[in-house]
C-alpha cells in the first residue's frame, strides 16, 4: 500500500484523509470510514460506508482499514461518545501537475459569486455561499458555518484565509491560508480544483458545483 498521511480538515466532523494517485479513477473517488468514539477516547465500531463510498477497489478499501486502525486520533478527547467519518481522497495521478488551458481560464469568472455545494457524497449536505469577499460554508453536524475570506488572485486561482470554525479544536486553525486553483472546468457547471494550506505541504483535491 502507497505510503498515505493523515490531514484533519476543516469539517463539520473529524476528517482523516488520505491523498492517493491511482490510475483507475477517472477524475477523484473517495472511501468513507464511519467510526465511534467511546467515553475514554477510543474509537469503535470501524467500518466503510458503502453510501459514501466512491472507489470500489476492494483492496483500497481493506488498506484504508488497516491504515485508519493502525493511525491515532489527534483529539480523541474532544470527539468523545460521538460518530465520525474518516475520508480518503484517490485522484488520477494526471492531476497532481495539470493547469487549465489558458482559452478556459476567463471561464473561472462565473464562479466568483453564487451557492456551490461539494460534489463529494461525504460533504453533500455541505452548501457554499460565495460573496465578494466572504466564502460562507453550512451543513453538516449541526448545521453549524465556516467563515472563509476570499481573494481572487487570478481568474483561476483564489486564495481562502480561516475567519471562524464551528468547532473549538479547530481554533488554532484560524488565520490558516489556502490556496486554491481551478485546474479543469467539467461540463455541468462544476469544477476540480487543486489546494494546499500554511498548515500542510499536502496536496487537496476535490469536485465543486455551481447550483445558483
Same mark, same amino acid.
Given at each position: ?100 488551458? !489558458?482559452?478556459?481560464?476567463? %471561464?473561472?469568472? +462565473?464562479?466568483? #459569486? *453564487?451557492?456551490? $455545494?461539494?460534489?463529494?457524497?461525504? =460533504?453533500?449536505?455541505? !452548501?457554499?455561499?460565495?460573496? %465578494?469577499?466572504? +466564502?460562507?460554508? #453550512? *451543513?453538516?453536524? $449541526?448545521?453549524?458555518?465556516?467563515? =472563509? ?64
Amino acid at each position: 500500500m502507497t505510503r498515505c498521511t493523515l490531514i484533519l480538515m476543516l469539517l463539520f466532523y473529524q476528517v482523516a484523509l488520505c491523498q492517493t494517485f491511482v490510475e483507475d479513477v477517472e477524475k477523484v473517488e473517495n472511501v468513507v470510514i464511519t467510526y465511534k468514539v467511546d467515553s475514554i477516547g477510543k474509537q469503535y465500531d470501524i467500518k466503510i460506508d458503502s453510501d459514501l463510498t466512491t472507489y470500489h477497489n476492494v483492496g483500497w478499501q481493506k488498506g484504508c482499514l488497516e491504515h485508519f486502525m493502525n493511525g491515532k486520533l489527534k483529539h480523541p478527547m474532544r470527539m468523545l461518545n460521538e460518530e465520525w467519518r474518516a475520508v480518503y481522497y484517490f485522484v488520477n495521478p494526471k492531476y497532481k501537475t495539470s493547469s487549465l488551458k !489558458r482559452e478556459d481560464i476567463q %471561464r473561472c469568472k +462565473q464562479f466568483r #459569486k *453564487g451557492e456551490f $455545494k461539494y460534489v463529494q457524497a461525504a =460533504y453533500n449536505r455541505t !452548501r457554499i455561499l460565495r460573496r %465578494r469577499k466572504r +466564502q460562507i460554508e #453550512k *451543513g453538516g453536524y $449541526k448545521d453549524q458555518r465556516q467563515v =472563509y475570506k476570499i481573494d481572487w488572485i487570478d481568474d483561476n486561482k483564489y486564495v481562502l484565509t480561516t475567519l471562524k470554525l464551528p468547532l473549538d479544536k479547530d481554533k488554532e486553525k484560524i488565520g490558516n491560508r489556502i490556496d486554491v486553483e481551478i485546474i479543469e472546468i467539467l461540463e455541468d457547471n462544476s469544477y476540480l480544483y487543486r489546494s494546499s494550506s500554511s498548515d500542510s505541504d499536502k496536496l487537496v483535491f476535490g469536485v465543486i458545483k455551481k447550483v445558483q
